[in-house]
T-cell receptor
Framework: AQSVAQPEDQVNVAEGNPLTVKCTYSVSGNPYLFWYVQYPNRGLQFLLKYITGDNLVKGSYGFEAEFNKSQTSFHLKKPSALVSDSALYFCAVRDPFSGNTPLVFGKGTRLSVIA | DTEVTQTPKHLVMGMTNKKSLKCEQHMGHRAMYWYKQKAKKPPELMFVYSYEKLSINESVPSRFSPECPNSSLLNLHLHALQPEDSALYLC???????????????FGPGTRLTVL
């Protein structure tokens, strides 16, 4: 079975400071990993993905994430947070050998960037 | 046009009503999805259509009935819902379900449904 955990319900960071939103996963093989962001009253927006290759992936709006196989983690990072980054962030995973099973989303982490 | 549109934005219905949610995309995507999202929870997949055929049904109660009349449109027909069905219903699309085609899903803004 595949699963993903986001250990923090809420992350607060001052504007201009680096931010990290944590995600750990559990799959039987090599995972496909994703980050999505949801702004208030909006649908989810794709930020970035890890499929294979370089462990550091860069995505939209200056976000990046690092795949760490030994720690089964895929933390989302940004060097300098903006107030407009405040939103709900979801990590998602899929086992590529699981057939037609859907993406499994984490419970979400609310990021608040304070001016 | 990289947008998924959903109508209505808000819907209030009684338990005996019949209503429909509508989703539309004009990106040429051949896979479309319905998700249900309760407050402060992640989206939960309900249905997936591929090339206008139902591909995945995540054991959703029959009071939810999906329909894909063409490759651009996805409907969700609602009948005899319960108050616990109140949620944000999200539609999404992707180029397809083949490898590489489903990696990025494009989501609509959702329909916020309240069942009284």
């Amino acid at each position: 079975a595949q699963s993903v955990a986001q250990p923090e319900d809420q992350v607060n960071v001052a504007e201009g400071n680096p931010l990290t939103v944590k995600c750990t996963y559990s799959v039987s093989g090599n995972p496909y990993l994703f980050w999505y962001v949801q702004y208030p009253n909006r649908g989810l927006q794709f930020l970035l993905k890890y499929i294979t290759g370089d462990n550091l992936v860069k995505g939209s709006y200056g976000f990046e994430a690092e795949f760490n196989k030994s720690q089964t983690s895929f933390h989302l990072k940004k060097p300098s947070a903006l107030v407009s980054d405040s939103a709900l962030y979801f990590c998602a995973v899929r086992d590529p050998f699981s057939g037609n099973t859907p993406l499994v989303f984490g419970k979400g982490t609310r990021l608040s960037v304070i001016a | 046009d990289t947008e998924v549109t959903q109508t209505p934005k808000h819907l209030v219905m009684g338990m005996t009503n019949k209503k429909s949610l509508k989703c539309e995309q004009h990106m040429g995507h051949r896979a479309m999805y319905w998700y249900k999202q309760k407050a402060k929870k992640p989206p939960e997949l309900m249905f997936v259509y591929s090339y206008e055929k139902l591909s995945i049904n995540e054991s959703v109660p029959s009071r939810f009935s999906p329909e894909c009349p063409n490759s651009s449109l996805l409907n969700l027909h609602l009948h005899a819902l319960q108050p616990e069905d109140s949620a944000l219903y999200l539609c999404a699309s992707s180029p397809g379900l083949a490898e590489g085609e489903w990696w990025e899903q494009f989501f609509g803004p959702g329909t916020r449904l309240t069942v009284l």
